[in-house]
């Protein structure tokens, strides 16, 4: 009788939960899941050679890298860039609204633990069902497995498990990469020495461009001495694409130790590139930018300068790279350091480096 109950119940919340998720998705879309294949130790190994697979979810791309380990000690990268597309623009817009934000592990207290079991009931129902647990999980997995197959078919190797870096919305949550991992057919993999929910896409820069990681990281003791002599620093994080433009004023040491409160963020998804046609005149626009890129050290006069620039995204709009640094250098005084290569696969690459150095011993 209960059992009875509790199936019919959860068809109906399937039914009822299509219904509302779905409503302009083609059926063709809902693509079965990949089966989860049985997983290598810590890394994806195939014929004597390593590959540490890194993803990251950016505002309107994804990108995807993947370290390779030879056997004669040479390593080597591959990267791919995916633009996701108007829907999955829409999603990241709509995850980096406050009106967006909800009850999600981690909890603070078991109140929210309650109050999130609607929710996560839904979801468990949904993914019983070899679906999508949200539609935030569908359009995030298509990059995933786009992405996926790319590196897949360009490197002849079948991807078993990888870290994922996303960026660092406020209504973007573990949960919901975790599922899109899932979903995907990829082991979602917690890297050692995380402390955020997830990885945060400055985390990844920072690592992608080669700083805040150990030399030694096959010696966990080794790599933990190192940690404790990388100097902390405050640096901007500025990512700009198409449809964003993100600034964070966050200290960082060690790569997964970033330090980027919400209220050290602006993430403002109306200062996007594209939007340049829809200001009258240019110049207001170039205002608001510059005035987004200042407001976290204007609003915190006292908080140490940034020393670096860390540079993000697809760049679509041409001179800001140069409106940037000419901003930067008129409201310091001086020129910090840019870092301002590989805007679209930094943080991919940098999440394939977590990735080889391995999984917490928390990981799922
Ligand atoms: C690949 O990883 C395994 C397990 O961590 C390690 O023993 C092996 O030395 C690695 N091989 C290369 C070429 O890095
Ligand atoms: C950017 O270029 C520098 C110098 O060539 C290099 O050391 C660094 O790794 C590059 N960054 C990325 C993310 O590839
Ligand atoms: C984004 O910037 C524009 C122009 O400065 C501003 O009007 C808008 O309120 C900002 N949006 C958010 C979400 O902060």
Known sequence: MFVCGL??????????????????????????????????????????????????LQSSFGAAAAI???????????ARVFHGGAEYERVMTRLSLETSRHIAPPY?????????????????????????????VLILAQVIQRLRSEIESTLGIEIQEAVFA??????????????????????????????????WE????????????????????????EGKQMPSETILAVHYSRTALTVSLTVI???????????????????????????PNREDYWTDVKDTILSINTQFPLFPKPGKVLVTGDLDGGDFIDFLRSTMEEYLGTAPHFLTNDTTTAAAKGAAQFMRRGPAAWSP
């Not at 056997?71 to 591959?78: E, I, M, R």
């Not at 996303?166 to 899109?180: F, K, R």
């Not at 920072?206 to 805040?212: E, I, V, W």
């Not at 200062?271 to 046609?277: A, H, P, R």
Request: aromatic share 14%; charged share 20%.
């Open 7 to 56: 199936l019919g119940w959860r068809a109906m919340i399937v039914g009822i939960s299509l219904f509302h998720l779905y409503p302009a998705t083609s059926a063709s879309s809902l693509n079965p899941p990949i089966g989860q294949k049985p997983l290598f130790a810590t890394v994806n190994e195939v014929h004597g050679y390593n590959y540490s697979i890194g993803f990251s």
């Open 68 to 78: 390779i380990d030879k056997f004669d000690g040479q390593t080597a990268t591959v």
């Open 108 to 136: 603070d207290d078991d109140g929210q633990f309650w109050a999130d079991q609607p929710r996560k009931v839904v979801r468990e129902a949904l993914k019983a069902a070899q679906l999508p647990a949200s539609y935030e």
């Open 166 to 199: 996303a960026s660092h919305l406020v209504a973007l949550y573990q949960d919901d990469i975790q599922d899109a991992a899932a979903y995907s057919g990829i082991k979602y993999v917690i890297p050692k020495g995380l402390h955020d929910p997830f990885v």
């Open 202 to 225: 400055t985390a990844a820069a920072y690592a992608g461009h080669g700083f805040g990681l150990c030399k030694h990281w096959q010696d966990d003791d080794a790599c933990a001495d």
């Open 253 to 279: 040491s060690q790569a997964l130790w970033a330090w980027e409160p919400d209220y050290r963020r602006v993430e403002n998804f109306t200062l996007g590139s594209d939007s340049i046609k829809s200001y």
